[in-house]
């Protein structure tokens, strides 16, 4: 049977949909896997053994369509569920399974906070789609493969964090997920350890502001590395702070114990770190009680009521605290 697997973004997204790739390659007899991705997100699936064969939408939607059409798929396994999938769906003209995104759920939630969400990790919501193939969450979590060229060397790191380090995601798409450069600031101050930062391009610059309290002890690699390669850093890091953004899930699927700081999203909507079965550190810190949150069920650009406690109002020094015990028992 062949399959098409679709998700075209973002990087957490993709993450969450490996335990399906990995369930349905070894559990259905003779599956041959194809996964469907945005070209820009090519190297979050593109080392993954699973996966037969990788179709990339990048410019040429016909050529795509012609690419798939030659394939000749048994099914579908629509794991993004909009336009753009219908389109590749009807045309296809194949048996598909799409993945329920409760939008109903998360609109009482967001605009009302009604909730109504089932307690289901985004990842078995997902493999709740091939289901019916007999397939069954195997309990090993998420995947992430990192190419042997990827991975970073001793060198390309300070001296001073040859013993191990904290790794910190500054970054996150929205503005309302990640903590402000003062919090980040204090969060590193008051950590006793070597401390890597982590994020894109666009992190560069905080990054810059944050490792200038103290740069022997805070190396910022936002923007030097590839998201294969910060993965890597994310790997051999002690543990991992971080927002609600796609660097968490990859720690999580490296089986790395996370801090995860929740600003206007929540995990209540499925997406806290998962590891399956594995019994890995976890914890999260949220400011309860705020009558606003979630604002949002993916991010803004800005705070809608202006005095943004969800990550004004963190404790800081609690989260540093917690990354200090965690330190001190991690390899």
Known sequence: MKFLIIRFSSIGDIVFTTPVVRCLKQQVPDAEVHYLTKFSFRQV???????????????????????????KFDYIIDLHHNLRTLRIKRALKVKAFSF?????????LV???????????????NLDTVKSFGVKNDGKGMDFFIPKEDEIKQTDLPHSHALGYIGIVIGAAHFT??????????????????????????DKEAGDAIAAIDNVKIYN??????ITESADLVRKAK?????????????????????AV??????????????????????????SNLSCRPCSKIGRDSCPKKHFKCMNLQDVEAIAATAQAWAKTLR
């Open 221 to 226: 690699a936002c923007g030097k590395f590839s």
């Open 262 to 287: 929740w600003g206007n999203t929540m995990p209540l909507l499925g997406v806290a770190p998962y590891y399956g079965y594995s019994p890995v550190q976890t914890t999260k810190f949220e400011v």
């Open 177 to 202: 997920k990640r903590l402000p450069v003062e919090k980040l600031q204090q969060l590193c101050a008051a950590l006793h350890h070597p401390v890597v930062l982590l994020g894109g391009p666009d």
């Open 45 to 71: 699936i593109s080392s993954n053994p699973y996966v037969d064969k990788f179709h990339y939408l990048n410019n040429d939607w016909d050529l795509l369509m012609h690419e798939l059409k030659e394939e």
């Open 239 to 259: 543990l991992i702070i971080a927002h609600d953004t796609g660097l968490m899930h990859i720690a999580a699927a490296l089986k790395k114990p996370v801090i």
């Open 111 to 125: 605009n009302f906070k009604i909730n109504r969400m089932p307690d289901v990790h985004i990842v078995d919501r």
């Open 100 to 108: 329920n995104k409760l939008n109903i759920q998360k609109f009482l």
